[in-house]
Every structure is written in C-alpha cells, then in structure tokens.
C-alpha cells in the first residue's frame, strides 16, 4: 500500500476585488475518485495569501450527488488533532490521516467552515465535466443537502489542493501541467477516460493556473491572477503529488501573446517578450526537476493562435519554432502533438469545430481530442 494523490489542483493568485473576503461560509467540493483506498488525508495550501487563513471545521464524506452527502460516513478532518487550523500566509498543510473508505470510481465531498473574515487569494479557476464546487451561506459541513436557497456554484477552487489516498501500490498519478487550457475541460475528460476502464489504476492531477507564463509573472494587482512563472510554481506542484510518475507540460502560449508594449498596455512591456531559446530554456528547467523527482516526461504543443486579438506573424513564427523543439528535442521522454491535429489545414488558425470563438482556447470537441491523444501516451 501506499499514498497517492486522486485530485489535485495548483494554487493560484485569485483575481484582487473590492470584495475580496468571506465570512460565515462553508466551501463543498465533490471529488470523483480513480481508484478506491482504505485512508484519506488532505492537503490545503494558502501559498499566494498574505494573511492566515482559518478552518473552523473541515468534514469529509461519501458524496451522494454534487450538493449532497451521506451522513453515515461524514467525518471531522483534523489537524494535529485538532478540528480548527490555521494556516500562516505562503504556506501549506496535510491534514491527519484518517481512516476513510473510499469506493473504485466513488465520489466523496470536501466541505470547509470558514466562520471569521477570511482573504480568498489562494484559489485557482478551473472548468471540465468532473469539476464543480459550491459556496453556502452558514456552517453547512454537516449538511445533508446544501440548502438551495443559500447555495451558489463557483468554478474556484480555494485552499484544498490535493486529496490522497492510501491504496494500492500498482496505483499512480498523472500530472498535467499548464495555463489555462490546461485549467479547462482536457484534463477532466482525460480523467474519464482513464476511468471507463474497469482496471483502471491511473489518477489525473491537474496543476494548472490560468494566464500563467513559463518565464515572467505580474506584479500589479490587474494582472496578478494571472498568477506565477515556473520558478515560483513547477517545483511546488509536482513535488506535492504522491504516487506520481508521469507528467504532461503544456505551456508557453501566453509568454508569447502576452507582450504587445507599454504604448498599449503599461503592464505588459515588449521587453516582457522572451527568444524561443528563453523558452526552451525555460522548458529544459520544467524537465530537469521533475526528472530529478523521477517522473516520465511528456510535452505538449502549442496550440493555434492565428485570429486572436494580439496575433502577428512574428508571435506565429515564435510559436513555430517551439513547437519544432519540441517535437524534435531530446531532453524529455516523448511529447503530444496537440496543434497537429486541430490546426487547420495549412493555416494558422484552429480548425472550426474545433475553436472556442475566441480563437485562442479549444472548443469542447476540442479538448475532448486532445484527452484522446494524452491517453494514448499514458495508457496501459
């Protein structure tokens, strides 16, 4: 037996609003599990805060739908035994490990008391078939059914970052990294893939943040939810993962579309623009840690951009290059052809079933092709 990771997310820098804290809230996750086990611990992360944030009461049960739960097996998460935490600014915790039996293919709720003002910075956005969350008014961590009258849905996902599961040794995790493509549906739908198979032992981790870039991050307060280079996230992320042997890297489009000059936008200087070397470099560094974690490494290709709002021939040529070091380099394991397959044909831009509308992230037909082409690198 041992610990792996069954859901995860990367922590972000949530986007800075007037109304930026919360009181007397509870927080409820519903988490679809790969595999089953037989203990659970949790892992929370206030990595971009910069105050404490408190956890009045955490509970974990069997999920019976999205909002509800089966009180049979509802039980309280402690933290060094203790049923409240607090978590300074830029740390993270695990939880105790509990006793917790966890079905194959089951789904358990995370819920999250917060009574007291708290700062909702550390959270990341992310969308997909199998990721949902819900906010309700009062401490409702022992709630049947959250009351629908006091219930919103909300796509961020604050504090909880990873749930681990003592299980089987055959089990494994899968990373998938990235911006926010990544933080959208392909990972999800790569998820059930690997779930329609009855055998199946892989789990798929997502540690992706939306706007983020390989080589530069914001520092004002517009952009800041555009959240942390490389530097400041690869290590942290993949280093947290149990049981993980494999990772997907997709990522470099916005350190390219980004940059378009202060005459334009004072927060996005040209000389924010790196060469392809940068990024190469920048991607050498991604796959020198994490086969120093010892993980198979896999790349991803950059996706078309032409028709999108900051597009130019020379941010087309950049992205060209890239992606022929990627598909010839030496320096990871393999690499996922994603734009071959969505491209239009001698174009630059996706073909149309499979663009979004904004000519930048895929569609769902989209991402739901490019879960196929990751699962025929990972499988079995």
């Known amino acids: 037996m041992k610990w792996v990771t069954v859901w995860g997310n990367a922590t972000s820098v949530a986007e800075h609003r007037p109304a930026e804290y919360a009181k007397n809230i509870t927080l409820r996750y519903p988490i679809k599990c790969a595999f089953g086990g037989k203990k659970i611990r949790l892992h929370f992360s206030n990595y971009c805060g910069t105050e404490p944030v408190t956890f009045n009461r955490v509970t974990v049960a069997t999920a019976v739908s999205d909002r509800e739960i089966d009180l049979k097996d509802a039980t309280v998460v402690t933290f060094g035994g203790s049923q409240t935490v607090t978590i300074p600014a830029g740390e993270e915790i695990f939880s105790d490990e509990m006793e917790f039996f966890v079905t194959p293919m089951g789904s358990i709720s995370v819920s999250i008391y917060l009574k007291d003002f708290t700062l909702m910075r550390s959270g990341v956005i992310i969308t997909g078939p199998l990721s949902k969350g819900f906010f309700s008014v009062g401490d409702q961590t022992f709630a049947e059914v959250l009351p629908l009258n006091y219930t919103r849905s909300n796509q961020s996902f604050y504090f909880l970052t990873g749930v681990d599961l003592f299980t089987k040794k055959s089990n494994r995790a899968v990373i998938c990294y990235g911006d926010s493509i ?95 070397e940068e990024l190469e470099e920048g991607m050498k560094y991604y796959l020198s840690i994490a086969k120093s974690y010892g993980l198979k490494t896999m790349v991803g290709t950059l996706l078309p951009i032409g028709g999108w709002r900051t597009y130019a021939p020379f941010r087309e040529d950049m992205k060209n290059a890239f992606n022929d070091w990627i598909k010839t380099q030496s320096v990871s394991d393999d690499f996922i052809d994603f734009e071959s397959k969505l491209i239009m044909e001698n174009g630059c831009s996706f073909k149309y079933e499979y663009d979004s509308g904004d000519h930048l992230h895929p569609s769902e037909l989209a991402y739901k092709l490019m879960a196929k082409l990751a699962y025929e690198k990972i499988k079995e």
């Open 182 to 276: 990544t933080s959208q549906s392909w990972p999800d739908y790569l998820a059930q893939a690997c779930m329609d198979n009855p055998y199946n032992r892989t789990a798929i981790i997502r540690r992706a943040a939306s706007g983020t870039r390989i080589l530069r991050q914001y520092s004002c307060i517009t952009y800041e939810s555009y959240g942390l280079c490389g530097k400041n996230r690869f290590e942290r992320e993949i280093s947290t993962v149990s049981g993980a042997d494999t990772v997907i890297i997709q990522q470099g489009i916005n350190d390219i579309i980004h940059p378009v000059g202060t005459d334009v936008n004072p927060f996005r200087p040209m000389s924010d623009l790196p060469t392809v």
